[in-house]
């Protein structure tokens, strides 16, 4: 059985009162609550060491929204992944679009980071997903295709299971837009199979794939619904309890 998961980028957002009262409410949420899918956040680095104690038990997976290609060094604002294993975090988002959009990072980037994340025993979620002109090229397929083997196919079979790859159509993060299920599903598959023809569909099946292109809770259970759609990157409205656990529920 593949993993169902729930994550939340909080991207740039809470100040450090708003963000401890919100970890608290998920933590007694959780506590409350039986899930049928594991719950992870991405909060801001700043905030990384008291989401883990609050968390302190695991019950919600703690990621950081990015990490260094380098272990060490004069690297000013960078975290490696020494110091979120030295805290306990769970793993670390790669690759997502707006460090693609605004920080120039690659899927060459993105190679070094994961291969580190899983040398280091963190859980890399690598980011891919095409642009609008892409989408509206017919390029998706491609796109989609091309990241996924820069950023991957150096990796083992036994790696790459541990990978949890998130598929963002970068034309629906933020906009309001929403590929629809069956869109989301398409593109889904077609990561798998690529997985397939390289390392073989049993390895495929245990891959967790997650849609992130604005999940919400009114389009959540029909979007999870769909075969190869195992869980949700959830932007916006992660940062509201209400709305998150209404996603989260949507495995029920």
Request: contains cysteine.
């Amino acid at each position: 059985m593949r993993r169902k998961i729930v994550a939340g980028n909080w991207k740039m957002n809470k100040n450090v009162i708003d963000a401890q009262q919100l970890m608290v409410q998920l933590l007694s949420y959780k506590n409350n609550n039986a899930t049928n899918c594991e719950v992870w956040i991405a909060p801001p680095a700043l905030y990384l060491m008291m989401a883990k104690d609050i968390f302190e038990k695991d019950e919600i997976g703690v990621f950081a929204q990015d990490m260094s290609e380098y272990e060490s060094g004069a690297y000013t604002g960078e975290i490696s992944a020494d110091m979120l294993e030295s805290i306990d975090a769970s793993g670390s988002l790669i690759g997502h679009s707006e460090r693609r959009q605004y920080h120039g990072e690659t899927d060459s980037h993105c190679n070094k980071k994961v291969k580190l994340a899983l040398d280091k025993g963190l859980i890399p979620v690598y980011c891919n997903g095409e642009t609008l002109e892409q989408r509206k090229a017919g390029q998706h397929f491609e796109v989609v295709k091309n990241q996924t083997e820069v950023a991957l196919f150096t990796l083992s079979a036994e790696e790459i299971k541990k990978v949890v790859i998130a598929y963002e159509p970068v034309w629906a993060i933020g906009t309001g837009e929403t590929a629809t299920p069956e869109q989301a599903q398409e593109i889904h598959a077609h990561i798998r199979s690529i997985i397939a023809a390289k390392y073989g569909q049993e390895v495929a099946d245990e891959v967790s794939i997650l849609y992130g292109g604005s999940v919400k809770p009114d389009n959540a259970k029909e979007i999870f619904s769909q075969p190869d759609i195992d869980g949700g990157l959830i932007g916006g409205a992660a940062l509201k309890l209400e709305d998150f656990s209404k996603i989260i529920e949507a495995f029920n």
